[in-house]
């Protein structure tokens, strides 16, 4: 099973400032990497797919980078909406294989 | 209106069975695969079953195999996931979603349900 690893669990950042999150892979994944944002009581929304393509509707200010083991998620200019739990997401073609991360945290500083 | 509505959540004693219901409208539901993901409280996403366009293909998670079946009727729009030998550890909220693209199984989700909640104790 590819596991797939979060950090930070936390991450603490004023508004207006950039965030970066990080997600690493047990092994490649290719660009075969999804990040989602969840509110509280709330369903998962897509943000990112193959890697590094927004999805329909998502701010330019979110963008996604990496390939193989190690990807990144940045927010470049918080706004008070992005403050949510953010989760990366493999999806291995053969065998058909999807793994979540635990997810990083994003507070207000 | 594209929507994914999950039912059949509900208040169930360790060792019994319970089955979930998404009706999925407003796209061609037998064009995509499916998946069941799972939420227990406080904690992240875990994916747990996914089924083909047609039905011919079924994947699960370990924690899962040999206890839950998925499974879809294309007539209706609807996917299924029947849960038997229920644990405590089964309990969270449970979402379907749909897969972006229409080719193969495994891949990234753009809809989602709200959720239905299982929850496992005597």
Do not use: H
């Amino acid at each position: 099973e590819i596991v797939m690893t979060q950090s930070p669990a936390t991450l603490s950042v004023s508004p207006g400032e950039r965030a970066t999150l990080s997600c690493r892979a047990s092994q490649s994944v290719s660009s075969n990497l999804a990040w989602y944002q969840q509110k509280p009581g709330q369903a998962p929304r897509l943000l990112i797919y193959g890697a590094s393509t927004r999805a329909t509707g998502i701010p330019a200010r979110f963008s996604g980078s990496g390939s193989g083991t190690e990807f990144t998620l940045t927010i470049s200019s918080l706004q008070s909406e992005d403050f949510a739990v953010y989760y990366c997401q493999q999806y291995n073609n053969w065998p058909p294989s999807i793994t979540f991360g635990q997810g990083t945290r994003l507070e207000i500083k | 209106e594209v929507q994914l509505l999950e039912s059949g959540g509900g208040l169930v004693q360790p060792g019994g069975s319970l089955r979930l219901s998404c009706a999925a409208s407003g796209f061609t539901f037998s064009s995509y695969a499916m998946s069941w993901v799972r939420q227990a409280p406080g904690k992240g996403l875990e994916w747990v079953s996914a089924i083909s366009g047609s039905g011919g293909s079924t994947y699960y998670a370990d924690s899962v195999k040999g206890r839950f079946t998925i499974s879809r009727d294309n007539s209706k729009n609807t996917l299924y996931l029947q849960m038997n030998s229920l644990r405590a550890e089964d309990t969270a909220v449970y979402y379907c979603a749909k897969k972006a693209s229409e080719e193969g199984v495994s891949g990234y989700f753009d809809l989602w349900g709200r959720g239905t909640l299982v929850t496992v104790s005597s």
